[in-house]
């Protein structure tokens, strides 16, 4: 079953592998990652709204990019999968799907967040 059930799912082997890693300070790198997505994601839901509401197609792809290889990392199957949609879109310009995904992506990191006990 994969940490976090139904709701936020992340790749159980991706996290065991990255827990049998060492991180910085004595610690594992599924701590470190998931450090890293808490002090980020607020700068990155920021840029990614700030960006969707200027209709900026090339900063909306630069950050959903970015977002899309940190989901990885974690694990995060699903919110990978819908940075890569708004990645996808955004690069089309197709607006409307971009705001339905962000919709979505913010709704999959609060859930995160709130399954690692982190806030957002």
Same mark, same amino acid.
Do not use: H, N, Y
């Given at each position: !079953? @994969? #940490? %976090? $059930?139904?709701? @936020?799912? #992340?790749?159980?082997?991706i996290? =065991?592998? /990255?827990? @049998? #890693?060492? $991180?910085s300070r004595k610690r594992n790198l599924f701590e470190d990652v998931t450090e !890293?997505?808490? =002090?980020d994601s607020p700068a990155n839901v920021d840029a990614l709204e700030r960006a &969707?509401? =200027?209709e900026d197609d090339r900063? /909306?792809?630069f950050v959903a990019h =970015? #977002?899309? $290889?940190?989901? $990885?990392? /974690? %694990?995060? &199957?699903?919110?990978?999968? &819908?940075a890569l %949609? &708004?990645?996808r879109e955004a690069s089309s310009s197709q607006w409307n799907n971009c705001r339905e995904i962000m919709d979505k992506l913010i709704l999959a990191m609060s859930r995160l967040t709130e399954r690692l006990g982190i806030p957002i």
């Open positions: !079953m @994969a #940490l %976090g $059930g139904s709701s @936020a799912i #992340l790749d159980d082997e996290v =065991r592998q /990255l827990k @049998a #890693l060492p $991180g !890293m997505f808490d =002090r &969707l509401e =200027r900063e /909306l792809t =970015r #977002l899309v $290889g940190t989901c $990885g990392t /974690l %694990g995060d &199957l699903e919110m990978q999968s &819908l %949609g &708004l990645e």
